[in-house]
């Protein structure tokens, strides 16, 4: 039997005092939707099976390499990390797995397993972890200061393949799926690096790890245009991402994280072009306004949300669906907090995204009609679907307001007298 | 017998008073380079080898879409276009070859060929035009206000399709020995144009014309980030452009546009990339500071223009040399001045490329000395080899300083009195 | 008595149909606003209020520097483009002013003052014109090639204060009280222009220009980054915006074009530094995604038009209230729709903005509660306020559905029968 | 007397070996200098007389938020830095001053005085910390999580300011005339934080730190668009800087980091602006491609580097000479290597920008002549001066190759033997 953290009471209780206002909106927005055709119990039901994995280490509170500012109550190891998770998942019903970074969350398989059943949790995708050094750490005595799977020195690629071969085979015995493999791989200055080596010694490496991936699995490559190498970057955007993905075959894939791309790139078109290619294979959602500034899903420009979720939606399922997993860092806000509503707005921008009218889309994009093809897009946009969210919510068990349940709860306050109070200085992240 | 534009007994003289100041430059760079190792005579040997073709609209004025001031003497067709082009030749010795753009240039292909050659030119690739609709000409009859080759209308694929053939006919007629195509579909709205769909019905027509391409000749795809279409553009960055050619065969490559990336991209690293992939088909040379601003090549960021060549040198003749193109507007010089310095500042890139000490830069590179290996590129870029330059053209017959000896011609003048003058109002490219 | 350009009596028929549904969704809306404290009268209230000027030149199809496609019954001069004008208003019943551009508008000002009242227009500020050359009009002789106001000749600088102050005259004929300036001063290339020197010569030009303002007239300068000059623009920001509106004294201030920023420019934080200086003057709407763009307002990132108007609404109407304007490029639509419609998104981010509940959103911010305050704006973004936009606009005696009233009326079929078509070729706007 | 790190034994045998050589280069560069009427002796002293302040902290290797990798030798407290900066300026002799960061190199001010003075050094702008939180320091028991000098909280500005005063204190006692304040207060989500009275928090608190200012002293404000905050930031750009300065008095001014715009802007255009306004106070070199990366300056545009030079020397020594400081941060280089040649890639700057010919350069200008205008600039930004920047340091007493004799002194290991090695795991600064 499960050991939830919040008590289902105070749910229930959080939600009667809601009920009867959501049932308005819900029934006048069925009403409206009913009139364009849309039955809003199909969309309802669509939602609540969309779901979005949770990093492990997005409920620390997360710094920039000028200062980290911790919160109350910050957990200490991988069992509160996934409390915290526990937490999200109950509240908002949009996250039942999380997401493990390795060796961060290194521990005996036998009894996370334990404690995510207990807690009602699975495992996503795995994370390795090559762009730290990991002092103390025995499988890691060699420094990635000038790259992991890259490295000039064929033995510290050598030790970059083994650790992420090991991430597999914890996530063997987690029930994962997925390897997701980000680098931190790069240049400072120009000439320090030979472009053409590095990315053969990358794909060299990759190839090990791939070969020792088990039957089922999946192998993302993500990209990123820079940071923390700030000259030129080893996997620098979606192009070398897809020559890596072809290079290893079948199992590889292409994950897009939407902070990690050169200034007004449209992202949504990168989506398309990855699924026409066969190789879109998952996403990091946060939001951005200047670099990979990991914000809160939607925060910033929910519109390109939308736009991304409107190419999912018209890819359909064909072959293997898309990854889905936020990546945010959190510095000024409560973790669980952020990605409750993190959770919640990406799937605000799907069910908006399912509510365009594609037959009449299609029609405007046939004639040539950019004025109402465009109002058609922005129309499903508009509607206010947060009556679909909750009710999804509610249903699944979770609360209506799940923020306001969760401070309700007390959770935070409770962690905060158990968990030591860390106080900030240098820079950095969880 | 050939009938060039400028006084030979001119250039005589502009380099007889010029001829013991060069030798002395060039003389103490030789003794410079000499205790680094290098001949200057093979280095100089080498940048004669090299040239770069210019685009036969390159020599009228350019314009924004907010006005265009054109300057006096412009060239009223191909044939003077012609006349400009071989005095951009006759001076700087760096450009023997011209790029047409049709449907613009077209004229009897026996007529162009015989003034080429009169003029000591010959034709590098062709460039179809169907960014624009061509009132009057009857092989036009359709608009390419919505697309060309990705347009929703068969029947304006179809048109456009004709037109690419037409111009690999033509070319074939020339010499030429490539097509470069580059298009302005895209949308200006979300919705507006289907991503997915518009990259198929391109690829469809793209395969349509590669199959008319003659035996020896290659077939360019030129990707554009933005601009004329302002939301998507169908063929976007190197990514697209590489599943382009991926999708079309081994007669298909990439063609880099120095200015149609999102901001900050580290261009050399697509150099680099493309070249691995096998798809790195030619160049479009230029500089910008914000978007496709189309500037004479190293007038912005000459560093930038050298860690280009940095890569080219390094990827050596390996298969198929790219095709070197110079692509530029000019809205405020006059463009045959601009024309023969931006061939000369892309030879300047090369030479100083030519000068890394690659085997020292290797070692760094292999020692993680990111100081010193930064330290070799620039050591090579500090380099002035004006003098290298200069000796080169002088041996081939062209000018020291080819701008003065230009200005001394006084051909504008001439040209200006032959040619009617033109007062601009609206906006817009030659 | 006036003769509107659409039949009344269709728009009352189209009202008619939709009156039912439209009252449901209010209704809804409305109880859904009371139950937070909002009374859905007064924001329809100020909603009908609010105004937005229209440029005379959108009317027109616009383009870019490779191509203008014009669209069918393009209006030939100032009086048609009126015409146009007056069905944007006619049916959307929010632009009841146009801003001319002078020379393109130039007619003698009691015809265009009788036309405007008859078709119930009004005239908002003026616009100069030195950004092009005038071929033919006497008072133009000279070139803007290298600049107008901040010219190295100072003929060329009094020709423009000239055809300023001539703008300002026919301003006040016409009842206009404002003159925006926006100049294309720059250069192409460094070291073509001494950039401290070109400031001071565009002050001076502006100071004989500001010492020529009637009483109650403002002077609003306009900044962009680039475009057409694209190494270094004389405005090029809000900075040198504010030291000219300061040098100039209290009727000049600054406007803001949504679109002549940098990259990942936060805007609405620009329009609160101006409005702390005392020098917010007006604004020109549009959408971009790269650049200048000069897209339907809302139509790429309406979070950011609205985080806009949380600035405008939260600074309320202390001091003068700053003009607002339309400033876009229509390429692919009908200018008339376009301009319809961008008008709906302006009024749609200044109705979101009203609903923002400011008590809440400064307690939060005197808490520092990132997560409450950032989803209190969400809150207000996230309200589907278009039943809003349609009741303010049917109770000023406009459409419902402005677009579906426009083509039911067949307004375009009947000028283009009027009006000769044009075909496009080269590049260029209206 | 002085006890300075490096043997100037070492110094002098290192030199003897390249006096021949260095003497061949510059007396070749002399005599290409004389043909164009250059004395190369005036532009040696002129070089030689400018110097450039190193940042304590820029001595420490730097990191990102995803790690830091430490080299060997480590300083570990200001005495050691001071060391370190002692070695830069023996051997480049260009960088005499030294940046304190308080409360990073807070110590007696006798101490720090009298070390500095034993190893030749002074002391240049002050720099306060209100970015981080401070544990265990009394002076500092509330956190800047949400803020410094714009907190909402007058208790948590009172701190901040109280620092500030704090390091114009000590910097009295230093010899220091000025203090450089950047905060990283601002918002992550759109509401956190309410725009306009941040900003009047901000001048407030500024206001109460320059009444502090002793007479000779001056305050400057650093702008930075983004990082710590990535939705909006209290000082984001010049204009912002600029209101702060005005609103302050004459003592206080801008400082220009040239890594702290949007993509795109043009820096030297800012510095022009600033020079108008009377208000330009200093600068931050370094150099980047994507944010604040705060690379070596000048390794990755040093055509930019340049182009700042050229308005700095044209701009002459009109009113108070603006600050020169390095702020970088060292993830991959031996950090006093960086350094080292950072100086030297200023100074070479600085040289060719004198090598401008002004007379020539205002000529063009007048005549609109952007060609030569242009290639004057190139002209002298083409000069390869290393042999001035060579003759300076040796004549003052330095080292003709820094780096290399820097690597011949054993200096890293020797001190690597005496400060315990650090292995760095999470992200940060020094």
Redesign the interface.
């Known amino acids: 039997m499960t050991s939830l953290p919040i008590d289902p009471d105070l749910i229930a209780a959080h939600n009667a005092a809601r009920t009867r206002?959501l049932a308005?909106?819900y029934d006048?927005l069925g009403?409206?939707l009913a009139?364009r055709g849309v039955d809003i119990a199909t969309v309802t039901a669509q939602v609540a099976a969309f779901t979005v994995a949770v990093p492990s280490w997005g409920v620390g509170t997360?710094?920039?390499?000028?200062?980290?500012?911790p919160g109350l109550g910050e957990p200490r190891g991988i069992a509160e990390k996934l409390d915290d998770c526990a937490v999200i998942q109950q509240l908002g019903r949009a996250t039942p797995t999380v997401s493990l970074h390795i060796p961060w969350d290194a521990a005996p398989p036998g009894e996370l397993r334990a404690q995510a059943e207990a807690l009602g949790l699975g495992f996503d995708a795995m994370n390795s972890n090559t762009?730290?050094?990991?002092?103390g750490d025995l499988d890691h005595p060699l420094?990635?200061?000038?790259g992991s799977l890259s490295h000039?020195d064929p033995a510290v690629r050598a030790q970059a393949v083994a650790h992420n071969v090991a991430c597999i085979r914890l996530g063997e015995a987690l029930g994962s799926k997925a390897l997701t493999v980000w680098i931190?791989d790069g240049?400072?200055?120009?000439?320090?690096?030979?472009?053409?080596r590095a990315?053969?010694r990358y794909l060299a490496s990759m190839q090990e790890i791939y070969a020792a991936l088990p039957e089922g699995w999946r192998l993302f490559s993500e990209h990123k245009?820079?940071?923390?190498a700030?000259?030129?970057t080893v996997v620098?955007?979606?192009?070398?991402s897809?020559?890596t993905a072809q290079a290893l075959g079948p199992k590889a894939a292409c994950l897009v994280d939407l902070g990690h791309?050169?200034?007004?790139?449209?992202i949504?078109?990168?989506v398309?072009?990855l699924?026409?290619?066969g190789k879109l294979g998952g996403f990091h959602f946060n939001d951005?306004?200047?670099?990979d500034?990991?914000?809160?899903a939607?925060?910033?420009?929910?519109?390109?949300l939308f736009?991304v979720f409107?190419?999912l939606v018209?890819?359909g399922e064909s072959g293997d669906a898309p990854t889905y997993m936020i990546d945010q860092?959190h510095?000024?806000?409560?973790p669980i907090?952020?990605l409750i509503?993190s959770a919640d707005e990406i799937r605000r921008a799907y069910a908006q995204a399912l509510l365009v009218d594609r037959a009449a889309?299609?029609g405007?994009?046939?004639d040539?009609d950019?004025?109402?093809?465009?109002?058609?897009?922005?129309a499903a946009?508009?509607?206010?679907v947060?009556s679909i969210l909750a009710r999804a919510r509610m249903d699944a068990g979770g609360a209506i307001d799940p923020?306001a349940a969760y401070r309700e709860s007390g959770y935070r306050a409770k962690v905060a007298a158990e968990r030591p109070a860390v106080?900030?200085?240098?820079?950095?992240?969880v």
């Not at 710094?63 to 500012?69: K, N, P, V, W």
């Not at 951005?288 to 670099?291: D, E, L, Q, R, V």
């Not at 939607?298 to 519109?303: E, M």
């Not at 950019?370 to 922005?378: F, H, Y």
């Open positions: 206002t308005e909106d006048a009403h409206r009139r997360g710094g920039t390499r000028f200062a980290r500012f762009f730290q050094d990991h002092p420094s990635y200061k000038f000039v931190g240049a400072n200055f120009p000439g320090q690096s030979h472009m053409g990315f053969e245009m820079y940071e923390p700030f000259y030129a620098q955007d979606w192009g070398t897809l020559l791309h050169a200034p007004n790139v449209n949504e078109m990168i398309s072009r699924a026409h290619a951005s306004k200047y670099g500034d990991d914000l809160d939607g925060s910033i420009d929910p519109f390109r736009l409107n190419e018209d890819l860092s510095n000024v806000t409560d907090e952020s509503r889309l299609g405007y994009q046939e040539n950019a004025l109402m093809a465009s109002e058609t897009l922005k946009f508009r509607t206010d947060g923020i106080r900030g200085g240098g820079g950095g992240i």
